[in-house]
């Protein structure tokens, strides 16, 4: 989960492309400068307040890796929620059945306490680690970060104030925004090493590029 995920220094964007294919913005502007590091972001880019870097493709900085989860290590991050949820769900049956199997055989009022305490811990563990699964499901389906899903969100507010319609830049497609994250191939969506697809995270494919 360590992978470096920062804007590499000396970038700077190809001024031709930069605007039409690439930067799709509704500010317009076409070369994006960090306040925080005076330096030139790409697309997706962003400043983060504890790393104290851009990041490429930043989503959020997460305490419980101690890093950014950004452009290199985005499969990562998924299928760590993926196999949290899983494992937990596994020990959430463990427990419940083992607990209703030797019931009448504890004989301790506080072990059976403990075990349904532990019961509904674990529960709780899943449930919430599922819906974080479930909502990153979402986010990849549609090629997004949180922070682009809140950004998403007023653009389609202004758009519908105006009488537009308003769509993801990114959003190629469920299956294309998948691979994008996954891979191409589909025996390798369950390994998190298997990140050789993943790109420099300097440019993007855009719903322009595809139509």
């Given amino acids: 989960m360590l992978l470096q995920t920062s ?13 039409t294919d690439q930067e799709i913005k509704r500010t317009g502007e076409h070369l994006r400068k960090c306040d925080k590091c005076s330096v030139l972001k790409p697309p997706r880019a962003h400043h983060c307040r504890v790393c104290r870097r851009c990041v490429l493709k930043m989503d959020h900085h997460c305490a419980w890796v101690n890093n950014c989860v950004g452009q290199r290590n985005y499969k990562s991050f998924l299928l760590l929620v993926f196999y949290a949820t899983v494992s937990c769900s596994y020990s959430s049956v463990l427990i419940i059945c083992c607990t209703i199997e030797g019931w009448d055989s504890i004989a301790s009022q506080r072990l059976k306490i403990f075990h349904v305490g532990c019961g509904l ?3 709780g563990l899943s449930l919430t680690l599922g ?23 007023r653009a389609a507010w202004l758009a519908r104030k105006s009488g537009q319609n308003y769509h993801h830049p990114y959003d190629v497609g469920s299956y294309k925004n998948i691979t994008l994250v996954l891979g191409p191939d589909m025996l390798k969506w369950l390994w998190p090493t298997a990140i050789s697809h993943i790109k420099d995270g300097l440019s993007f494919p855009t719903t322009r590029d595809t139509s």
């Fill in 131 to 153: 819906t974080l699964f479930i909502w990153y499901v979402y986010l990849t389906s549609h090629n997004m970060t949180t922070i682009e899903y809140h950004e998403a969100k």
């Fill in 7 to 19: 804007v590499p220094s000396g970038y700077f964007p190809d001024v031709e492309n930069h605007g």
């Fill in 121 to 123: 811990w674990s529960v």
